[in-house]
């Protein structure tokens, strides 16, 4: 029997970033038209809550733009730090959580992408959290939110692979879900990873729970908040000439949501 040392994975950002890497260029492109497309705004400052390993905060300052970024995990940060002391970038790095944060400085566009959203299991939590992005937004400033929805209809359970390198290590990591339960509206998922390193392998597994929501539950969140607008839907092929609309018939998207005027933020 196979052996999985309970580790979060966020406690291992390489590992981490090695798995999500090849999402970085598409992510970090879509950013850019979204803010083109859509932005009301003229400066190019960006903000990233749960930042992680730093990733898309060097690639987005690669490309010219001034970034925050915050996370709630010290490694990471540490990790994504690193990252661009390694690279000669700049950005503003910063421990915070997703439900309460606050900045000083007022954003052209803030994203969240990989489901993070869902990490915040209470409603009161989410809508703190959108109140809090809205308030760190320019007017017309937008917020890009990455979400994978929950189907209520299905019984079987999900799966999904990846087996990633880079420079010698070897990542394959499976993602196992558990059907979403409708009437507590929490969706549980299993990571394990094995690891391939100088010669050893290394397997590590962790478990955490995702708040559920289908297509009328997500809409009924973003309307709580009515200071940010939905004003696009996306899936994640990113293209930026191909909106879609949201509703259940399929599961992964990318929101564009706008400051409105006249809200905190302004």
Not at 6 to 33: G, R
Not at 127 to 147: A, E, F, M, N, Q
Not at 170 to 193: L, Q, S
Request: glycine share 6%; aromatic share 10%.
């Amino acid at each position: 029997m196979t052996t999985f040392q309970p580790i979060d994975w966020y406690d291992t950002p390489l590992y981490y970033d090695i798995v999500f890497d090849d999402y970085t260029k598409p992510e970090s492109e879509f950013l850019a038209a979204v803010l083109k497309r859509h932005g009301k705004t003229r400066g190019r400052k960006v903000l990233e809550p749960a930042c992680g390993s730093g990733r898309l905060v060097a690639a987005m300052a690669s490309r010219g733009f001034s970034v925050t970024g915050f996370d709630k995990n010290e490694i990471m940060l540490r990790y994504a730090k690193k990252r661009l002391r390694t690279r000669k970038l700049k950005a503003d790095l910063f421990q915070g959580r997703l439900e309460r944060f606050s900045v000083k400085d007022k954003f052209d566009l803030a994203h969240c992408f990989v489901s993070t959203f869902r990490y915040i299991l209470t409603e009161k939590g989410a809508r703190s959290h959108l109140r809090c992005v809205r308030d760190t937004l320019k007017p017309g400033g937008l917020y890009v939110l990455g979400i994978h929805l929950s189907d209520y209809d299905t019984d079987r359970c999900s799966r999904e692979r990846w087996d990633r390198k880079r420079k010698g290590v070897h990542v394959t990591c499976n993602i196992h879900g558990w059907p979403a339960d409708p009437k507590k509206r929490v969706e549980r998922h299993r990571c394990r990873m094995v690891v391939s390193r100088n010669g050893k392998v290394h397997q590590q597994e962790n478990i955490w729970d995702f708040r559920a929501y289908n297509a009328k539950q997500l809409k009924a969140t973003l309307r709580s908040v009515p200071e940010l607008e939905h004003i696009a839907s996306y899936d994640m092929t990113y293209d930026i000439d191909n909106p879609q609309k949201l509703c259940d018939d399929q599961l992964d998207y990318v929101l564009v949501l706008r400051g409105k005027s006249g809200a905190r933020g302004e």
